[in-house]
């Protein structure tokens, strides 16, 4: 690990964790816990760091789901609320031919499959 590079990279990063943001009340609960235990925040400053890291990965990856999610949706449907009632044989069409186009393996496949089958057989959802 490049540390120079870390902190260079880090300072273009935007700030979290402000006083009465969840951010912040996440932080300030990992400090009453600490002291809880009777340490000082000096004693345990590399695991409240740590934690402060960790919880930024697990966030980062539920904003990447929750893009990748709502790219599948727009292929989907050209319509804000994301239902499809009302679309005629040919929109279907020409949707179910964009998610084909997008598709890289075959877990992505089935996934369209289950949601394509659901939208016309009733309980058609799969299990995954």
């Not at 943001?21 to 990992?30: E, Q, S």
């Not at 960790?54 to 727009?74: F, H, N, P, V």
């Not at 005629?88 to 289950?114: F, H, V």
């Amino acid at each position: 690990m490049n540390i120079q590079e870390e902190l260079r990279i880090n300072k273009k990063q935007p700030v979290y964790g402000f006083a009465g943001t969840d951010i912040g009340n996440f932080y300030k609960a990992l400090i009453e816990d600490c002291k809880s235990h009777g340490w000082t925040i000096e004693q345990n400053i590399y695991f409240l760091m740590d934690q402060a890291y960790s919880y930024g990965i697990i966030q980062g990856k539920r904003d990447e789901r929750a893009r990748k999610k709502a790219t599948l949706i727009s292929a989907i449907s050209s319509e804000p609320s994301g239902e499809m009632n009302g679309t005629t044989n040919e929109e279907y069409r020409e949707c179910i031919g964009r998610l084909l186009s997008m598709i890289s393996d075959n877990r992505l496949l089935k996934r369209i499959y289950c949601f394509v089958n659901s939208l016309f057989v009733k309980g058609g959802a799969c299990n995954e």
